[in-house]
T-cell receptor, first 112, second 117 residues
Framework: GENVEQHPSTLSVQEGDSAVIKCTYS??????FPWYKQELGKRPQLIID?????GEKKDQRIAVTLNKTAKHFSLHITETQPEDSAVYFC???????????FGQGTELSVKP | GAVVSQHPSWVICKSGTSVKIECRSL??????MFWYRQFPKQSLMLMAT?????????EQGVEKDKFLINHASLTLSTLTVTSAHPEDSSFYIC?????????????FGPGTRLTVL
């Protein structure tokens, strides 16, 4: 079955710096890659997603890149703010069925 | 739109009792719902996939007789933790998808914090 690896597990940056979180997946049939932000005790919130027919997607300060050949995708957050501090999860899904397999999570801390 | 609710938001029970958690899609019909378990400082682990009107599909290692899932309607799925023990204490989150093939975005419920004493 699908396996998703996420790195780093923790990331600390200064306000205004960029943050990059990386994930790899094992199932070449996966074609949907969402990123979630989760605050303590809350539900995951979708922040951006990308499908396998696209190599890059950007939404304001957030961007995701996908390398299908390497089975690798990354989240980029620019101009980080303290309110970006949270746990971020990547996930992968094969179209049929829609079940998501999550990475281990990255705890991002943005210091003012 | 696409709101998913869960009830209760938290529950405390004694060891050996059963607990039922409800997951509802409030403004859409969910042909498929998913149940996840999340231990502190860990990731979301998929427990099972629930399709309306059919038996749930459980992930490897999840005891189907312990975690009973019922998806009786297009807006409601329930997870019953039977004979709960302290190791079952966790954050249980459901999600639902709004469409069929080609639509994968999942909408998550707010989660249920289960504490077994």
């Amino acid at each position: 079955g699908e396996n998703v690896e996420q790195h780093p597990s923790t990331l600390s940056v200064q306000e205004g710096d960029s943050a990059v979180i990386k994930c790899t997946y094992s199932d070449s049939a996966s074609n949907y890659f969402p990123w979630y932000k989760q605050e303590l005790g809350k539900r995951p919130q979708l922040i951006i997603d990308i499908r396998s027919n696209v190599g890059e997607k950007k939404d304001q300060r957030i961007a995701v890149t996908l390398n299908k050949t390497a089975k690798h995708f990354s989240l980029h957050i620019t101009e980080t703010q303290p309110e970006d501090s949270a746990v971020y999860f990547c996930a992968a899904s094969v179209n049929q069925g829609g079940k998501l397999i999550f990475g281990q999570g990255t705890e991002l801390s943005v210091k003012p | 739109g696409a709101v998913v609710s869960q009830h209760p938001s938290w529950v405390i029970c004694k060891s050996g009792t059963s607990v039922k958690i409800e997951c509802r899609s409030l403004d859409f019909q969910a042909t498929t719902m998913f149940w996840y378990r999340q231990f502190p400082k860990q990731s979301l682990m998929l427990m099972a996939t629930s399709n309306e009107g059919s038996k749930a599909t459980y992930e490897q290692g999840v005891e189907k007789d312990k975690f009973l899932i019922n998806h009786a309607s297009l807006t409601l799925s329930t997870l019953t933790v039977t004979s709960a023990h302290p190791e079952d204490s966790s954050f249980y989150i459901c999600s639902a998808i709004t469409g069929t093939s080609g639509v994968n975005e999942q909408f998550f419920g707010p989660g249920t914090r289960l504490t077994v004493l």
